[in-house]
């Protein structure tokens, strides 16, 4: 198992820079006012292809040989990182090919088609995914980029920290969604290397808390196909981020799903930003826990803004 | 009639920093290639109060004397104008009386009394609003603080301009919505004084085209309570901000009631900002006159985010 260090993800930086945004750091009155705390969303939702994920794909891809390349990319994804990876091999000029559940909602089925990227969809639930990746993998040699259980990928996704630390000066604590563990792992990198005061907290769903629960146990246990709206969130850890969740990481925090629809719906209505429910998770759980946040300075990554707009969860 | 000069509105710039956000500017590669122009989104969306208005009512409030504002402040407004001063009034801790149409929003009516504003309503339509605010002058002595027919209103509103142009560079165009005119007035104040080979489009939805119909005839023609989903732009131009329209605005473009919701929507899905009709008025501006402004760098003024959410046009 091979973990990412530091200098890799400066350089992940320096590599990714020309293809994906620096995304702006917002504030809010409102709801330093609800918590008590001072918080800096760094917002991911305007990122390339509306997601974090943009950010590993591009370091995944464009770290690849000539060679490496030339196969192409593939990947299993419930969407953003299919998006994200399609995003990167199209800048590159390369096929990418993206297993995705066939539950997966159409616009980002659509998405990843837009980018470029050919999906070929499969039965929901990680072991059918990772079959159906295999199968293709065989047929295309192609360069197999996970979404999370991969250091180019940790590396990549860990830069939002950094431009969030550099942005927001020193934090108490970041707090971000946790579903595969790929964004969590690559913070826990950058406070590592830059911040090491900073305290990472993990935000999960009560109904998919497969990293809480690993936390707790001291050792991984996986879901398979958990409900949750936080449909970024569905994945679960993997031995080289669950070394994170469980070393690295203060704490996992869950939310109910009601506290997660809350929170997506309050952050579009102060915030006027559209972000995902997986977003909302972290909001939700500064909401929840707000008590330990007092008086603190705390980062929140603010992970994607992909929704339907004909099927919002407030909406009866 | 007093016309402000682009010393004022940098005056008002200096006045206004402690109180308003330094908004982003983002950019779009998916409308970049809809509309074959490079644009630049200047999101006041993401302004306090949802809105720009925070800008023109901060400059008027925080350049009342000491006498003038313990009387307090008074305005009518459809909305964002009423938030504005009632966010500033507070903000320096003076009363503010909001005269809005018994119409408004809920949203509206809730976030104008959640920043301390006392609302009065009214009948919907220029007449009875302003007879409104004339009985509660009468009553209080209140400073009035006009939605945009006032140079210290104006001349905040520009400062939009300024920092667009100051962070996107030379453009060649700038597209604001117009309404009452305010935003339009100071953003011509803004090009006059840094960027004169700028020029200003005025978009207004075809429905409430009071705008588009003065310029043409050379006069200005009110309109009373036009029928537009775009709530911010009910208002009519008053001579004030006819005289920029008419002597400084380029051209005044209409779009269809359909063209707001569209361009809209598609504003949510892709940029994943929310804006409301208003705001959507100027991309859609865009959208359908791509061929005049193809090759062009355009800025683009995201005006507000202002929306209730359990009433989306695309919803049935």
Redesign the interface.
Known sequence: MQFPTFDDLLAAHERIRPHVHHT?V?TS?HFDRLTGARLFFKCE??Q?I?AFKARGACNAVFGLSEEQAARGVLTHSSGNHGQALAYAAAKRGIPATIVMPETSAK?KLDAVRGYGGRVVTCAPGTKAREEAVATERARTGAEIVHPYADARVIAGQGTCARELIEEAGPLDAIVAPVGGGGLVAGICVAVAGMAPRTLVFAAEPANADDAFRSKRAGRLIEDDAPQTIADGLRASLKPITFHYVASAVEDVLTVTEDEIVAAM?LV??R?????EPSSAVAVAVVMKNAHRFTGQKVGIIVTG?NVD??R?P??A
Do not use: H, S
């Open positions: 702006p917002l009155t939702n305007l390339k509306g616009p719906r579009w209505e915030m006027k930003i559209v972000i803004g707009l004909d919002l407030w909406m």
